[in-house]
């Protein structure tokens, strides 16, 4: 089974442009999150999308969003780039990731985003 | 809120030394507890989790950890370390309601010397 895809894996952007970022889980899963990481915030929860709805919100500014597809394939849209923004973006996806229990997260290898 | 704290960002061992990889965490409610590994330019991986149970969980490639409600910490151990153990380690926890949003620690570092 193919494992979590994120596209592209590399970007570079300048300050006040917009990026989309692609995210295709697992066959069959259909919860997927969304991380950013850093290294001086470290990894941070950005949201999680099941069956199209946003299920849980991180903190962060409402540059941030995302959607989720019919299929689950997610993405996720930063507008008016900082250069504080640029990060590695995960994207993980899990089985049904239903409330209350728990299912593994399959992370994939990530976009790294660049802002000039 | 949790929060997690990793006590070293950097450990640094020698080939076939013993691991301990330490991590405290601060919650209100109860939760899960993970470890992740990951490798340079690639993703995060699983390495064990504790859900419920038995408090010593187990990873197939020979880390354990344990599970210290009383100390709120999740030690991650291993008694011999490999040259493919290399990578960075982050400690993660959710609570049982939002349990796919993780709180990760800021990550420890190991290197293995030969």
């Known amino acids: 089974k193919a494992g979590v895809t994120q596209t592209p894996r590399y970007l570079i952007k300048t300050r006040g442009q917009q990026v989309t970022l692609s995210c295709s889980p697992i066959?069959?899963?259909?919860?997927v999150s969304w991380y950013q990481q850093t290294p001086g915030q470290g990894l941070q929860f950005l949201f999680e999308y099941f069956s199209e709805t946003q299920r849980n919100k991180g903190n962060f500014p409402g540059r941030f969003s995302g959607r989720q597809f019919s299929n689950s394939r997610s993405e996720m849209n930063v507008s008016t780039l900082e250069l504080g923004d640029s990060a590695l973006y995960l994207c993980a996806s899990s089985l049904q990731g239903t409330s209350g229990g728990w299912d593994t997260q399959y992370f994939g290898p990530g976009t790294r985003l660049t802002v000039l | 809120a949790q929060s997690v704290t990793q006590l070293d960002s950097q450990v640094p061992v020698f080939e076939e030394a013993p691991v301990e990889l330490r991590c405290n965490y601060s919650s209100s409610v109860s939760v899960y507890l993970f470890w992740y590994v990951q490798y340079p330019n690639q993703g995060l991986q699983l390495l064990l989790k504790?859900?419920?149970?038995?408090?010593l969980v187990e990873s197939i490639n020979g880390f354990e950890a344990e599970f210290k409600k009383s100390e709120t910490s999740f030690h991650l151990t291993k008694p011999s370390a490999h040259m493919s153990d290399a990578a960075e380690y982050f400690c993660?926890?959710?609570?049982?309601?939002?349990?796919?949003?993780?709180?990760f620690g800021q990550g420890t570092r190991l290197t293995i010397n030969p």
């Open positions: 993660a926890v959710s609570d049982l309601q939002g349990a796919q949003k993780l709180v």
């Open positions: 504790y859900l419920s149970g038995s408090t």
């Open positions: 066959s069959g899963h259909r919860s």
